[in-house]
């Protein structure tokens, strides 16, 4: 088809209701707010541009809450790191690219007037035992407020886990922080696991949280022990309540942002509630070129530190940049769902300066993009403005958009483009069963933060579409369970 026909033809508006959800408050968790992604008119901004992210605290995070009876805030909720908690069913890369590209573009499911557009970029995965060496410094919060049972004795049991896969090919040291910081044990072996758990189930908590000079030390220790072309990284367990030295988001983004300058990454394990400061985790992640998960559950701590713990910890792309370029005889707006956080300027995309998100081995990256076809009737505030589209050449008549990605191998500093043309042929009105349930975790995130992008969504039009599929994956299952949950909650205005 030349154009894609209209998203209204086979909405099914059976699945309509006027209940709208209702999320309850009052914690002392600190979260930050940004505000979701609006419309865009292609004539206005033919460019979308932004960094990749493999977070998944949100998600866990977001059980705790529900299994804990309600929602503290709706800032916790980032459905970027919702979609990314899921394993999809994309091909890998082929030849010498580290991604395979995998699109898929339907109707949407609570939107008649647009479609919804899935992307997913995936890396191969590696064992970690047989990946590049690596000098581990576990940096571990010990201080008063780490001691509760969701904190303290769950890291402990989450880094006893992670011990029994390190090798003898691996350099493992602990620095804790209290009201001071302490080296506990330096440049061990990896397969001096006795010792390395001894360590770890000793520790007790007590005092204030010094965390910015816990991060000093980590770091000195991580050069001392610096592995050229291996896996350098500070891994990070905390509340992320800090209350002693550099504190504030502000002083903790400069801080990593000079670190990162070393080669070294910094990965963030989140623990515990009542007092999470969810925005300086996510702050110190993003800005130390490491991931951000969170840790509810001995199931957490193994799928994050055994199950994926080469994607979690052997990076195979930094810096890695998208850029989404609409084709105006096509397409007339648009809206990415989720990164917020993420969101770049369109000259950022070119610039090997601006720092970007890392993508692990084993990783996949899963975009969503609501998209306003030229038939709709939706209307956008539009502006004049050009776009590599505006040309007569009948090549690009059937594109609907452009996807680019830089990226940098993990030991360069200039980036590599991929191009990637998307044609009408990725529309399709037999959307695969990835497709239906990520556009689930979509819905269920704007439900849950009052979207007002939701139009026809809603619980009841939710867990309709989501009890049709057949699930086999066991998070996919936990995900339906969650949902039905939430469904039967009384919040409802």
């Not at 648009?334 to 917020?340: H, M, S, T, V």
């Amino acid at each position: 088809m030349g154009e894609i026909e209209s998203a209204t033809e086979s909405y099914d508006s059976s699945l309509d209701t006027e209940d709208d959800y209702y999320y309850s408050n009052g914690s002392g968790e600190e979260y930050n707010n940004y505000e979701e992604n609006d419309f865009t008119a292609v004539s206005e901004e033919s460019l979308s541009t932004f960094s990749a992210d493999v977070d998944t605290a949100s998600y866990s995070n977001l059980r705790r809450m529900i299994n804990d009876g309600y929602i503290y805030d709706q800032d916790a909720i980032r459905v970027e790191e919702m979609l990314n908690y899921f394993d999809y069913d994309y091909k890998g890369p082929s030849g010498k690219e580290p991604f395979g590209v995998n699109v898929q573009i339907g109707k949407c499911p609570w939107n008649s007037e647009t479609l919804l557009m899935m992307v997913g970029m995936q890396t191969d995965e590696i064992d970690f035992s047989e990946g590049p060496n690596s000098n581990l410094v576990f940096l571990l919060d010990v201080s008063g407020s780490m001691n509760d049972p969701d904190k303290l004795p769950l890291m402990q049991q989450a880094f006893c886990m992670l011990a029994e896969n390190l090798t003898s090919k691996d350099r493992v040291s602990i620095v804790t922080y209290a009201g001071e910081d302490a080296v506990i044990l330096e440049g061990a072996k990896g397969s001096k696991t006795n010792l390395i758990i001894d360590k770890i189930t000793n520790l007790e908590a007590g005092g204030s949280t010094a965390g910015s000079a816990g991060i000093q030390t980590a770091y000195e220790i991580a050069e001392k022990y610096f592995i050229r072309g291996g896996n350098n990284r500070v891994i990070l367990a905390t509340d992320g309540d800090l209350n002693v030295g550099l504190t504030t988001e502000y002083e903790l983004t400069e801080l990593i942002t000079e670190k990162r300058e070393s080669g070294i990454n910094l990965s963030v394990l989140g623990f515990g509630t009542g007092n999470i400061k969810d925005n300086n985790m996510e702050a110190l992640a993003d800005n130390g070129n490491g991931n951000y998960a969170y840790i509810d559950s001995v199931y957490e701590a193994k799928k994050v530190l055994v199950d994926e713990l080469g994607a979690n910890m052997v990076t195979v792309a930094k810096d890695v940049k998208f850029q989404v370029e609409f084709n105006p005889d096509q397409i007339k707006g648009y809206r990415l769902i989720g990164y917020e956080n993420r969101v770049l300027e369109a000259r950022d995309f070119e610039d090997d300066e601006k720092d970007a998100g890392e993508v692990g081995a084993g990783h996949s990256v899963t975009v969503m993009y609501e998209l306003v076809p030229v038939s709709s009737e939706m209307e956008l505030d539009e502006k004049v403005n050009g776009t590599r589209y505006n040309t007569s050449d009948e090549k690009y008549k059937d594109e609907l958009l452009t996807i680019n990605v830089r990226y940098k191998e993990p030991n360069k500093d200039n980036s590599k483009l991929l191009t990637y043309p998307i044609t009408t042929k990725a529309y399709t009105n037999k959307t695969s069963d990835d497709w239906k349930f990520a556009s689930c975790v979509a819905e269920f995130a704007m439900i849950l933060k009052n979207s007002p992008f939701l139009d026809n969504g809603s619980m009841n039009h939710l867990t309709k579409r989501l009890n049709r599929l057949k699930l086999k994956d066991g998070y996919k299952k936990e995900f339906v369970q969650m949902v039905n949950t939430v469904a039967e909650w009384d919040y409802y205005e």
